[in-house]
């Protein structure tokens, strides 16, 4: 994890302090790190907005992990469910359960394999996705009718997955180098107090030109990310709640919900059956195994 600023950042980790700001009683945070061993602080109001946005999104990332993404650092492995509720503009449902298995590499990127289950038409039909910190990921895409696996195209991040509100962009993962950060300001949204930062692709391809992203200032939990166009509108919104910590250092939102504003449409994700440490390894997530799914 790294920090902007003057400086040097120790290689171990020092956890945020806290403070509280003299006018309104806000929570003001400290950026804390080790310069020829000894502890400096500097005050969250003393850095731009861009270093300040960075900061707090670390947290978040460094802890959690992205919504559709790999996790939190260290479990190795992991596999759940879930099932996706698309619904369109006139209130008609479609619904896909899909498995889902992550694999945490140092090498050269995290892997995840999607597999429906149902609808019987998309049965077998999966996805396997290898991250990387800084470039573009990549997307395979396994056919059973045609027995064919193809590479999709860096241009596609827009598309939309299997008939959801989500696209591959959103399943890519989020990794913290892709994007530029700026705090916005500190909110409430219902009763949690959240701080507001904006994520800003660095992708021309992007189908977005930010991300504001809602994060409570407790937990650092996600809240709630709106995804503006490319144009500055208003595009979708994500919701997550239902949190649950697995394991002790895990935690993972049980239920997400995306909005299209522009569309009315809206895709429900209900997650389930989370394990984490279940033994997989490079070989599940080959384009062999992609072929053979089952």
Same mark, same amino acid.
């Given at each position: 994890m790294r920090f902007l600023g003057p400086m040097i950042i120790a290689t171990c980790l020092l956890q945020t302090a806290q403070l509280s700001a003299n006018a309104d009683n806000q929570t003001v945070q400290r950026k804390c790190s080790v310069v020829n061993g000894v502890i400096e602080c500097v005050s969250q109001l003393d850095i731009s907005p861009e270093e300040r946005g960075q900061s707090l999104y670390n947290q978040t990332g460094g802890q959690h992990g992205p919504l559709l993404g790999y996790g939190s650092p260290?479990?190795?492995?992991?596999?759940?469910?879930?099932?996706?509720?698309?619904?369109?503009?006139?209130?008609?449902?479609?619904?896909?359960?899909?498995r889902i298995k992550y694999l945490e590499t140092a090498a050269e990127g995290n892997k995840r394999l999607l597999v429906f289950d149902k609808p019987l038409d *998309?049965?077998?039909? #999966?996805?396997?996705?290898? =991250?990387?910190? !800084?470039?573009?990921? @990549?997307?395979?895409?396994?056919?059973?009718?045609?027995?064919?696996?193809?590479?999709? *195209?860096?241009?596609? #991040?827009?598309?939309?997955? =299997?008939?959801? !509100?989500?696209?591959? @962009?959103?399943?890519?993962?989020?990794?913290?180098?892709?994007?530029?950060?700026?705090?916005e300001r500190n909110d409430q949204l219902g009763d949690i107090p959240a701080t507001v930062v904006s994520r800003l692709p660095k992708d021309k391809n992007s189908a977005y030109g930010r991300l504001e992203t809602w994060i409570d200032a407790q937990t650092f939990l996600i809240l709630k990310i709106d995804y503006y166009d490319r144009n500055g509108e208003l595009l979708k919104t994500l919701t997550a709640s239902d949190?649950?910590?697995?394991?002790?250092?895990?935690?993972?939102?049980?239920?997400?919900?995306?909005?299209n504003h522009q569309s009315g449409k809206s895709t429900q994700l209900l997650w389930s059956n989370y394990q984490f440490d279940t033994g997989l390894s490079e070989k599940d997530f080959s384009l062999t195994s992609l072929r053979n799914v089952n």
């Open positions: 260290g479990y190795k492995d992991s596999q759940s469910r879930f099932t996706a509720i698309i619904t369109d503009a006139n209130g008609r449902e479609n619904r896909r359960e899909v *998309l049965k077998r039909h #999966a996805l396997l996705t290898i =991250s990387y910190p !800084e470039k573009k990921d @990549e997307h395979w895409a396994y056919n059973p009718q045609k027995q064919q696996v193809k590479r999709l *195209l860096s241009n596609n #991040a827009a598309t939309p997955f =299997s008939g959801s !509100e989500f696209n591959f @962009e959103d399943l890519s993962s989020q990794d913290l180098a892709k994007y530029d950060y700026r705090f949190y649950q910590l697995f394991a002790d250092k895990y935690w993972r939102a049980k239920n997400i919900n995306i909005k």
